[in-house]
């Protein structure tokens, strides 16, 4: 089979990966230079190593990101930091923590040891997950995270230092938006699952390196190529007027959208059509200090606390140098999910109103830390469209269309999870399945 692929992100490689293994002869088409897509390396002066387009994080329930790395042949092993989930606040004042027992032991004994929690706190965050079982792990459709939060009495103090971050960082989506019943999913598979399934994964190479750079070696990779024509039929597809048997579309849904609205009009399609461009999204901010003097966090990960009248924006704080096992290096990744505050024009204030606040938190923190070394140099990336709003109600479309000859891959598919990578990953692998049913299936 003489497939396309277009788009080289998470999802439009790993349906790369799998093609290829089914036989397919790949070429992917990809509008930038990078493989990685969301997910990518990014060169910058001020720094040693590259950069990514935005600090990432995984999670041990990964299971097929994991898996495709491997089959590319990269070990997640040496190129992830593997963390017991441990939430830590710069300031000291609140950690929550899970032990190396079996679950559910493991959540039980987090919540229940967890500082900065009042008991009422500690034990609604059991009821909490207890209510998402009797439920089935399925929250109401139409509901977002905050009714579920009232639903189920979740106390003001333990959604602010609990729920709230935890949907930031999964769902880029503020609790009154975001969507309970995705949410409820990323609870089941990260706190409910097996314990090593909340294990925290920190890269420890830049995106690209970890394993898009090994599967774009696999394939006939056309960087600086986007595709502006798409005509698929029943028995093959143009693309930019060459003829391939089968392809992934594995693009954002607008740009899919843009590409597709002949074809689903003239197919009757509209529905798929509307649900393509349905989408909003969110923006997520990345600020990379470099620090003129090598600075260690006592974590390689840690929550920060919000003020958004004096611009502290941030929720997590990444000790890259540490990540990297750079120990002659001050350097750090500060992150604002649903960053829609941050505006352009105001950069040099957003960096400086950020640096304040890691430098602050930490002067509170009861290990005496020494005091932030100055920054060397700065650079923020502001990604607009890092994510589809994670909403309730959405209607996200399935990887198949009303060609046998077409699939759709990307994080916004109905993976059941929201804009992440494994989400992407699945997407990927379950779009060269419909092409080619010989193509590994996804594992549950
Ligand atoms: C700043 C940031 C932080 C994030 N943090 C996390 C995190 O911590 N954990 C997590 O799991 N997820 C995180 N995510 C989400 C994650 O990055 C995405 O879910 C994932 O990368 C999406 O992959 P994708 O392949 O679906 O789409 P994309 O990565 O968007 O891939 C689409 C590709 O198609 C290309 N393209 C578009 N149009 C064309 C065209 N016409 N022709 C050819 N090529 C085209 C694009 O250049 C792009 O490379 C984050 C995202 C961002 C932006």
Redesign the pocket.
């Known amino acids: 089979m003489k497939a396309a692929v ?7 490689l790993a349906a790369s990966v799998a093609l290829r293994e089914a036989g397919a002869k790949v070429t992917v ?4 230079h990078t493989p990685g ?3 990518r390396r990014v060169f910058t002066g001020g720094f040693d190593a590259p950069l990514d ?6 999670c041990g329930a990964y299971r097929r990101t994991l898996a495709v790395m491997r089959r590319v042949g990269r070990n997640p092993d040496a190129l992830l930091m593997r963390r017991p989930l441990r939430l830590a606040s710069l300031d000291g004042r609140f950690r929550l923590s899970a032990p190396r027992l079996p679950a559910p032991l493991h959540l039980a004994a987090a919540a229940l040891g967890a500082r900065g929690l009042s008991w009422n706190e500690r034990l609604s965050m059991l009821r909490l997950m207890r209510g998402l079982k009797r439920m089935g792990w399925a929250a109401p459709r139409e509901w977002t995270v905050a009714q579920l939060m009232q639903y189920h009495a979740q106390p003001e103090g333990l959604v602010r230092q609990v729920w709230e971050p935890i949907c930031l960082a999964a769902l880029n989506t503020p609790v009154a938006a975001a969507s309970a019943a995705l949410f409820a999913h990323v609870l089941r598979d990260s706190l409910a699952g097996k314990r090593e399934h909340s294990d925290l994964l920190l890269p420890c190479t830049d995106l690209s390196a970890l394993w898009p750079d090994a599967a774009a070696r696999q394939v006939t990779m056309r960087y600086g ?4 024509q798409l005509r698929p039929s029943a028995d093959g597809i143009d693309i930019n007027q060459e003829r391939f048997d089968a392809a992934v579309l ?3 849904p607008a ?1 899919a959208a843009r ?1 597709l609205a002949g074809p689903l009009r003239e197919a009757g399609a509209e529905g798929l059509l509307a649900a393509l461009k349905s989408f909003e999204y969110q923006p ?1 901010a ?1 600020l990379n200090l470099r620090l003129s003097a090598p600075w260690r966090l006592p974590e390689p990960m840690m929550m920060l606390r919000e003020d958004h009248a004096r611009g502290h924006l941030g929720q997590w704080v990444f000790d890259r140098a540490q990540i990297l096992g750079d120990a002659k290096a001050g350097e750090l990744a500060v992150v604002v999910s649903a960053a829609a505050g941050i505006a352009e024009t105001q950069r040099p204030q957003v960096i400086e109103a950020l640096a304040d606040q890691v430098a602050e938190q930490a002067s509170a923190h009861p290990a005496r830390l020494p005091p932030m070394p100055e920054p060397s140099a700065a650079e923020l ?1 502001i ?1 607009k469209r ?2 589809f709003a994670a909403v309730p109600g959405l209607s996200r479309p399935l990887n198949t269309t009303p060609w046998p000859t077409l699939a759709l ?3 916004w598919t109905d993976t059941g999870y929201p ?6 990953v699945a ?1 990927g692998l379950q779009a060269a399945r419909v092409l080619n049913p010989r193509a590994q299936a996804p594992q549950p």
């Open positions: 277009i788009g080289a992100g998470w999802a439009g088409f990809e509008a930038g897509g969301r997910a387009n935005g600090q990432h994080l995984l190529s986007t595709v502006r594995a693009i954002q740009h590409l997520i990345t990336f990604e890092a994510t891959a990307g994080d804009g992440v990578l494994e989400g992407a997407s």
